[in-house]
C-alpha cells in the first residue's frame, strides 16, 4: 500500500481523536514534524477533505487505500473496514509514543462529562489558552505558574490573575492568591475548568512526589446569559522547521439550524479569524432563499450591510466598470509620461515645462475627462476646469511634493479632482468653514465635587476567590472600559486603524466634497470610536442627518459650516440618529430639508444620554462635552499633550479646530510631520486619531499626532496627516488650537439583548496577535503564551520573530520606483524603511523559512471534523485575509484560485465583503474566496 506521509499525517490527526471509541474525549497528539517539514501538500493525485463539499482551506492532497478510510460529505470518518482501522490506529498510536517526547502537541484535553468543561493535561514547559465561548478567557503560562482570567465582551478584557509565589514584594502582591503548585521543569500538571451552576471552578494540580492539595478556586459569576456555548482549546508545537497551531472548538449547545451550522464551522475550519464575515459572504454567495433562516444569526446592523453590498453588486453596471478600467489605464500612462529616462544609469526624472507636447496633452485631456465622470465631490461641477498647462503644472507640483512616493501610492493621488482645476486653492477654501464662538460655551469657574462617582461595588462574599461580572457596566464612565490593544494603543503610540480586526479601523476615511461640512464628518467619526469602545460593531452614522436638521440658514450650510457642539444640540432634541446606509450623505443634498418619518430606520442615539460637564483645570464646556484650548496651555503643554492622549485611549478620537486655509493644500503630503505653529482663528475641524514617534531631519527623537481629515481617502495619505504633537517652541497657539470631546453614555453592546442568536455566540472573533502570541511561545524571547494583553505587551522585543503592524521595526515592501530603473529585478521584493517611521527602527529579522501549520478541530456528539492549513510563513497565522484559504472546486487548480485572490485583492480588500467581491470577479465560478 503506497501511503504519502503528508496524507499519513493528516488521516492520523482524524483517526487519533479516537472518535469511533468515546463520546466525550478525543486525544490531540501530532508526531509527524520530523517527517512532514519541507514536504509540499499539494503534489499528489487525489484528494482527502476533512470537510464539507465546500471543502473549506483543510484540503490535503496525498494518496490513501480506499479501504482504510475515508472522510464523507460532511467531515466525519467512515470505517469501511475496522480490522484495517485498528490495525493503522494501533500503528499509528504506537509511531506517536515512540516520537511524543520531541514531536508532538503535549497539551492534552478532554471534555468533562459531568460540568461543562474540560481537563488539560501536559509537561510544566508548555502554554495554553482556553477561551469558554462567549465569556471567559484562560490564560496557563504552566513555566512560570501564572493563571490569568479574563473576561471577553465582543473585545472587551477585565483581567484576574492567580500568580505563585514570587521573588521580589511586587509579585508577592499580584493576584488573589498564591498558588501552591509550583510548576517545574520535568513535571506534569492537570489542569480543570469547569461550569457548575453561577460559579467557575478551576483546580489545578502539579505531579510531585510530594503530597501537595490540589488548587481549587472558585469564582462567582454574574449575569451568564446565554450560557457557555463552546469551550476553545489553544496549543501549539514546533521543531527547527515547522510550527503547528492547534485549535480545538468542544461544542456544548449550538441551536443554529443545521444548514446555518455547516456554513459557521466550515468557516471556523478554514482559519478564518472573522467567522461572522466568512459567514455573511457565505450567504451572499449562496444567495438562496433556503438560507433566509440564517440571517437571524446576523445583527440588524450587519444586515444592513449586507443588503447595501448586494444593492452595490445588482446597481453596477458595465458602463461603470468601462470607465473606471480606462481611468486605470490614463493613470498608469499619464504617470509613464511625466518621467524620462536620464543620465547613464537610467534614473528616471522628472519632466519639464518644456516636455509637454501633444501627446501628453491628448493625454491629460483624456485624463480629465475621465475623472470628471467618476466624481462625486462636486469638484468638476462647482469649480472652473483648467487648461491642459493647469493640469500639467498641478501634477507636475503633486508629483514633486510625492518624489519619494513609489506608483501604487502615485496612482491613488492622481485621483484627486483638484489637479484638472484652474484656481487649484479655491478646492482647499471650499471645504474649510468652522463657526466658533465663546458665547456657546459654559464656562465653569468652580471646582466639581466629584465624590459622586459610581464604583464597581466588590464583594462581600468571601467564600469565593473573586466575582466575574458578566453583565454590561451602566456608569457610562468610558475611562472604566479597557479595550485589548495594548499593542496597538498605549502611552507611546497609538493607531487602532492598524488592527484590522478592530471596530475602529472599519471607519473609513470621508469626502464631505464641496462643502463646508467638516464639523458634521469630525462630530461623525468621534461618535463612531465612542460606540466602537463600548463593543458595539461599526455602523456609520449619516452626516446628512446632521448637515440639514442644523440651525444655520438652508442656502448658507455648504458656505459657512457648523460647530461639533450642534451634533449633540440636533440629536438631543430629536432623540434619533439614523444610520449612513438609511441616510446617504451626498454633498449636493446638504441644502434639503430635515427629514422626517425616520420610524422605520435604525436609531443610532436609542438609549444614549448627555452627561454633565464635570470641571477640569483649563477645560470650558456644558452638558455632553468639553473644550480644552491650547493657548491655556501654553505654559504647560505637556498637560495637554496628557489631556488629548487620555481622551483618544479612552475614547477612540477627538474632535480638533485647526485653521487649514493657509495650510493644507490639494497636493499636501501626509507622511511627513507637519511642524509649525496655529493661529488664533480656525476653519476647519478634523480627528486627532492617534499618536507615535518620529526622527526628525536633525536626528532628534520628536512625537506627532496622527489626524484623520475628511478630503477623501486620495488626500494626504490616505486621507491622514501628522502633526508634531508640541510644534515650534515660539507659538502663542499650536496648530491643533482647540480639542472638543463628547461626554455621553452609551450603553455597552450587549450581547443578550441586542444579539440573542448572534453567531459570536458561538464563534468568537480573534486578532492577529492572539495567535501570533502561540508562536511567540515556541520563538520568541521569553517563550510566554498569552491571550491576555498586558500592561507591558507594547513593548517590542528586537528578538522577536514577528513585528506588530505600525510599530518599531515595521517595514513596507515597495513597488518599482519611477525615479530609478536600475538594478530593478534585483531589488525586487526587497524590505525597505520610510525615514519617519513612526516608532524607533530595530533591526529587522530575517522571515524564518519553515513549514506552518494550523490544524482545527470541531468537536460535536462524539463527531470530530478537521481542517488543515499549511500557510506559507508564519505572518499568515491569524491574519485578516489569506490568499493560501482560498478553496478550489478543482483541486488541480487550486493554484490558480490563490494567484487570482492576490492578483484582485486590492480591487476588493475594501468591500464591506471582499471574499464576495472576489467571487463576483471570477468568471470562471471555479474559485470560492469567503475563508480568505
Not at 469 to 486: A, M, Q, R, Y
Not at 608 to 634: A, H, Q, R, T, W
Request: aromatic share 10%.
Amino acid at each position: 500500500m503506497k501511503v504519502s506521509f503528508t496524507l499519513f499525517f493528516i488521516i492520523y490527526i482524524i483517526l487519533n481523536c479516537d472518535v469511533l471509541k468515546c463520546e466525550v474525549e478525543s486525544s490531540d497528539s501530532t508526531s509527524f514534524l520530523n517527517s512532514i517539514s519541507g514536504q509540499s501538500l499539494s503534489n499528489s493525485d487525489s484528494t482527502v477533505s476533512s470537510s464539507d463539499s465546500r471543502g473549506v482551506g483543510a484540503s490535503v492532497s496525498g494518496t490513501v487505500d480506499s479501504d482504510v478510510s475515508r472522510i464523507d460529505s460532511t467531515g466525519n470518518v467512515n470505517v469501511k473496514n475496522p480490522e484495517l482501522y485498528e490495525t493503522r490506529q494501533n500503528s499509528l498510536e504506537q509511531n506517536n509514543n515512540s516520537n511524543s517526547s520531541d514531536n508532538s502537541i503535549k497539551i492534552k484535553s478532554a471534555f468533562l462529562k459531568e460540568n461543562v468543561g474540560v481537563k488539560i493535561t501536559g509537561p510544566c514547559d508548555e502554554g495554553f489558552g482556553l477561551v469558554m465561548v462567549p465569556y471567559i478567557i484562560i490564560n496557563v503560562d504552566t513555566r512560570n505558574t501564572d493563571i490569568q482570567l479574563g473576561k471577553k465582551s465582543a473585545e472587551i478584557n477585565y483581567g484576574i490573575k492567580l500568580r505563585k509565589k514570587g521573588k521580589d514584594e511586587y509579585e508577592e502582591k499580584v493576584g488573589i492568591d498564591l498558588l501552591k503548585n509550583v510548576c517545574e521543569t520535568g513535571k506534569n500538571f492537570k489542569f480543570v475548568a469547569y461550569i457548575k451552576g453561577d460559579e467557575l471552578i478551576i483546580k489545578w494540580k502539579v505531579i510531585k512526589e510530594e503530597n501537595i492539595p490540589i488548587d481549587v478556586k472558585k469564582f462567582k459569576i454574574k449575569t451568564m446569559s446565554p450560557p457557555i456555548t463552546s469551550i476553545q482549546v489553544f496549543s501549539s508545537m514546533s521543531d527547527e522547521k515547522s510550527f503547528v497551531l492547534e485549535n480545538k472548538n468542544y461544542v456544548v449547545t449550538n441551536n443554529m439550524p443545521e444548514k446555518c451550522e455547516a456554513l459557521a464551522t466550515n468557516c471556523f475550519l478554514s482559519g478564518n479569524i472573522d467567522i461572522e464575515k466568512c459567514y455573511q459572504c457565505s450567504l451572499l454567495v449562496e444567495n438562496d432563499s433556503k438560507y433566509d433562516v440564517c440571517y437571524n444569526f446576523i445583527s440588524r446592523e450587519n444586515k444592513e450591510k449586507l443588503n447595501e453590498e448586494l444593492f452595490k453588486v445588482k446597481g453596477s453596471t458595465e458602463y461603470e466598470e468601462s470607465v473606471e478600467s480606462e481611468l486605470k489605464e490614463a493613470i498608469d500612462l499619464l504617470i509613464s509620461s511625466f518621467y524620462k529616462s536620464h543620465g547613464e544609469n537610467g534614473e528616471n526624472v522628472l519632466i519639464s515645462f518644456e516636455d509637454l507636447n501633444s501627446t501628453l496633452e491628448d493625454n491629460i485631456i483624456n485624463f480629465c475627462s475621465l475623472l470628471k465622470l467618476v466624481d462625486l465631490s462636486g469638484t468638476f461641477m462647482n469649480h472652473q476646469i483648467g487648461t491642459t498647462v493647469d493640469a500639467f503644472n498641478n501634477i507636475v507640483k503633486l508629483l514633486k511634493e510625492h518624489k519619494e512616493e513609489d506608483e501604487l501610492v502615485l496612482r491613488t493621488k492622481l485621483r484627486n479632482p483638484a489637479l484638472c482645476m484652474k484656481n487649484v486653492d479655491d478646492w482647499v477654501k471650499s471645504r474649510c468653514g468652522l463657526f466658533t464662538s465663546d458665547d456657546s460655551y459654559v464656562v465653569i469657574k468652580k471646582n466639581y465635587d466629584t465624590d459622586g462617582e459610581n464604583e464597581n461595588n466588590e464583594s462581600n462574599d468571601e467564600q469565593y476567590d473573586g466575582v466575574i461580572d458578566l453583565s454590561t457596566n451602566e456608569n457610562g464612565n468610558v475611562k472604566s472600559i479597557h479595550f485589548n490593544d495594548d499593542i496597538y494603543c498605549n502611552d507611546e503610540y497609538c493607531n487602532r486603524w492598524k488592527n484590522e480586526n478592530n471596530c475602529i479601523s472599519k471607519i473609513g476615511v470621508e469626502d464631505q466634497g464641496n462643502c463646508a461640512s467638516s464639523w458634521a464628518f469630525a462630530s461623525k467619526l468621534h461618535f463612531e470610536t465612542l460606540r466602537c469602545m463600548k463593543g458595539y460593531d461599526h455602523l456609520g452614522i449619516s452626516a446628512l442627518y446632521l448637515t440639514n436638521c442644523s440651525k444655520g440658514k438652508i442656502s448658507k450650510r455648504c458656505t459657512e459650516g457648523g460647530n461639533p457642539s450642534e451634533f449633540l444640540e440636533i440629536v438631543s432634541n430629536s432623540g434619533f440618529l439614523p444610520t449612513e446606509f438609511d441616510y446617504p450623505y451626498f454633498y449636493a443634498l446638504v441644502e434639503n430639508s430635515c427629514p422626517s418619518g425616520l420610524n422605520k430606520w435604525i436609531n443610532l442615539w436609542e438609549d444614549v444620554k448627555l452627561l454633565d460637564y464635570k470641571y477640569e483645570p483649563n477645560s470650558i464646556g456644558s452638558k455632553g462635552y468639553s473644550v480644552y484650548k491650547s493657548e491655556m496651555f501654553k505654559d504647560n503643554m505637556d498637560e495637554y499633550v496628557k489631556m488629548i492622549k487620555s481622551e483618544i485611549k479612552n475614547k477612540g478620537s477627538v474632535i480638533a479646530y485647526i485653521n487649514a486655509e493657509s495650510v493644507l493644500t490639494y497636493d499636501f503630503n501626509g507622511k511627513n510631520v507637519l511642524n509649525m505653529c496655529g493661529s488664533k482663528t480656525t476653519d476647519h475641524s478634523i480627528n486627532v486619531i492617534g499618536y507615535g514617534h518620529y526622527k526628525n531631519k536633525e536626528g532628534e527623537e520628536k512625537s506627532y499626532w496622527l489626524v484623520r481629515n475628511s478630503w477623501g481617502y486620495y488626500w494626504g495619505d490616505e486621507g491622514n496627516f501628522k502633526v508634531d504633537m508640541y510644534g515650534p517652541s515660539n507659538c502663542n497657539y499650536h496648530f491643533i488650537n482647540t480639542v472638543l470631546v463628547f461626554n455621553i453614555d452609551i450603553p455597552m453592546m450587549n450581547n443578550n439583548e441586542n444579539n440573542k442568536k448572534g453567531l459570536y455566540n458561538y464563534f468568537p472573533k480573534y486578532t492577529h496577535e492572539f495567535y501570533h502570541n502561540f508562536y511567540d511561545h515556541n520563538f520568541g524571547s521569553d517563550n510566554k503564551i498569552s491571550l491576555i494583553n498586558s500592561n507591558g505587551s507594547n513593548k517590542n522585543d528586537a528578538n522577536n520573530a514577528y513585528t506588530v503592524h505600525g510599530q518599531s521595526g515595521e517595514t513596507e515592501v515597495q513597488h518599482s520606483q519611477l525615479r530609478s530603473t536600475a538594478n530593478q529585478d534585483s531589488n525586487r521584493g526587497a524590505v525597505t524603511s520610510d525615514p519617519l517611521r513612526t516608532q524607533p527602527e530595530t533591526t529587522s529579522t530575517s522571515v524564518k523559512k519553515m513549514d506552518v501549520f494550523q490544524v482545527l478541530k470541531h468537536v460535536k456528539n462524539s463527531k470530530i471534523k478537521v481542517g488543515l492549513i499549511k500557510y506559507d510563513n508564519d505572518d499568515e497565522i491569524g491574519a485578516h485575509h489569506s490568499c493560501t484559504r482560498a478553496y478550489s472546486f478543482d483541486p488541480e487548480k487550486y493554484d490558480e484560485c490563490v494567484e487570482f485572490c492576490r492578483k484582485n485583492w486590492e480591487q476588493c480588500k475594501d468591500k464591506p465583503s471582499p471574499g464576495f467581491c472576489l467571487t463576483k470577479l471570477d468568471e470562471t465560478k471555479g474559485c470560492f474566496f469567503c475563508y480568505v
